[in-house]
């Protein structure tokens, strides 16, 4: 039997449970029997709405569109905001409740068969990888209420055929939208970078950067990474050593001076940088560059 709840779903909400005979014969079908759907609906400002398994026995995806709740898997906690992919997978403890305030907007199905951690593997969830955030995406909107229009078909095998193979697609479709997520919030490099030049001569830091990319600073840093193969900060220092250069080769500054204008009243430790990135002194750089 598939494990819903049991929160009394409004008028404008919907709660589509598969029959166990259905079940059944979605199992032994070919063109369903490796995945098919238990139940699935869509909960409007879920008022109320709270569950608590210990021992779950399939797979639950939850798309949440609006709203927040809290949720606690295998002993984490998480909130639930507006863009939030959850996938529960069997046998794990999980027990989420809709904040009184501002309760979620969800999506949900309950599915099954052998692919399905094939298809948990694909959409990019993992044993410690629970949550993807994807924003509010209305091409997984879709997907799901395609799994809804098998409403109303009396329980038809076709119907329910069907619905196995809107959920095949939106499971197929999830690390697409994934990919396009995640290319939407890749931080603009062009304003960071430019960021860094006007502010050579000043030392700023990873939440600064993060703050203008509109990114936690972990995020950012990852993002950043992934971008460039480097780290914000190391890409800043190396914007001072060029600039560094630069002065040892036009000005007649020391480079006590010149570290003092890029923001290091330290020279012998922006020496030991500048020796790092350079491969040679600053010394050895001007005497080298200038004859």
Known sequence: MTQTSQWPVPADSVRYVVPAPA????????????????????????????????????????????????????????????????????????????????????????????????????MGFGPDTHCLHLGVQPRVLVDFNGLLSVRQTGFRSRGLVHAANRLRQLLAAIPLTVDAAAREQQPDLEIIHNFMREHLEERITLEQLAELAGLSPAHFATR????????????????KIERACQLLDTSGLTFAQISARLGYDDAYYFSRLFKKVMGQSPSHYRHASRH
């Open 23 to 122: 079940i059944k014969a979605l199992s032994e079908n070919p063109l369903t029997r490796e995945l098919y759907p238990l139940a699935f609906g869509h909960y409007r400002k879920a008022e109320g709405h709270h569950m608590h398994r210990e021992h779950h026995r399939d797979y639950l995806l939850i798309y949440c569109t609006d709203g927040r709740a809290f949720l606690n898997i295998e002993g984490s906690p998480y909130t639930a905001e507006a863009g939030d992919l959850f996938l529960l997978p069997p046998g794990v403890a999980h027990r989420y409740t809709a904040d009184p305030d501002r309760p979620w907007t969800i999506h949900w199905v309950h599915f099954a068969g052998p692919l399905a951690t094939e298809f948990r593997n694909y």
């Open 224 to 239: 950043y990474r992934s971008q460039t193969g480097t780290t914000p900060i190391q890409h800043f220092i190396h914007l």
